[in-house]
């Protein structure tokens, strides 16, 4: 339940932040995603607001900037054609157990996503809310519709529809180093798969895990981070 003082109403909690490091191709982040917003519902219940903030991380750092044509490249990734597919069914099984309606069969290219990701970066500048839309929205164009999110024409689309125009932004190389830099420090910091969670800057878990273990996840970092502040007011 929110705090609060002495018979007074209930206080509203300060926002925690919430940071998922993703990637805009990898399919278990957007099972995490909605995953995600399961778990702060749970926690909103609970009297806990969160702002969450999308940053970036490269599933194949050297990927050409055109991108790749994805059946070839996935199978020379893990061994077979086959083994790619029953890989793509796996996701698929637990997309559906999410609410995610993958559709394997539209998606034609691997792409490079080093803009999908300065698309990501300038949305944020205009607020959680704004870059959540943003990141659905090219989850959504890459699984469900199997559109080239290296494309700048298709990016500039995709971001037009949730009211950002980023075609100037496209235009120059504004935030490419930004992101390359964030990318390579989650690296240095050996971060290797993600989706991956932090709390208020901590790592918390990594993996797309249902909403309720979500949920109790979070809820114990919570408890763990206002420990020493609790124990510092008494």
């Not at 980023?166 to 050996?190: C, I, Q, T």
Request: proline share 5%; net charge negative.
């Amino acid at each position: 339940m929110p705090a609060t003082t002495g018979g007074a109403l209930p206080l509203e909690r300060a926002a925690s932040r919430i940071d998922v490091v993703s990637d805009a191709i990898c399919p278990w982040c957007w099972v995490g995603k909605r995953n995600l917003e399961g778990a702060l519902a749970i926690l909103a219940s609970e009297g806990e607001r969160f702002e969450v903030h999308w940053r970036p991380f490269q599933l194949n750092p050297e990927m050409p900037k055109e991108g790749v044509e994805r059946d070839s490249y996935r199978a020379a990734k893990f061994g077979s054609l086959a083994r790619s597919r029953e890989l793509d069914a796996q996701v698929a099984a637990a997309g559906r157990a999410a609410g995610v309606d993958f559709q394997h069969a539209l998606m034609r290219r691997t792409p490079n996503t080093v803009d999908a990701h300065r698309v990501i970066r300038l949305a944020g500048a205009q607020g959680p809310a704004v870059q959540d839309k943003v990141v659905e929205a090219l989850f959504a164009a890459y699984f469900q519709q199997g559109r080239d999110i290296a494309d700048r024409a298709v990016l500039a689309e995709i971001a037009g529809a949730q009211g950002l125009d980023v075609s100037a932004h496209l235009a120059s190389d504004e935030g490419e180093a930004e992101v390359l830099a964030e990318d390579a420090g989650f690296r240095r910091a050996g971060l290797s798969g993600v989706p991956t969670f932090a709390l208020d800057g901590h790592v918390v878990f990594s993996g797309a895990m249902p909403a309720d273990r979500m949920a109790d996840a979070f809820r114990r970092a919570l408890a763990i981070l206002r420990g020493p502040a609790a124990r510092a007011a008494e």
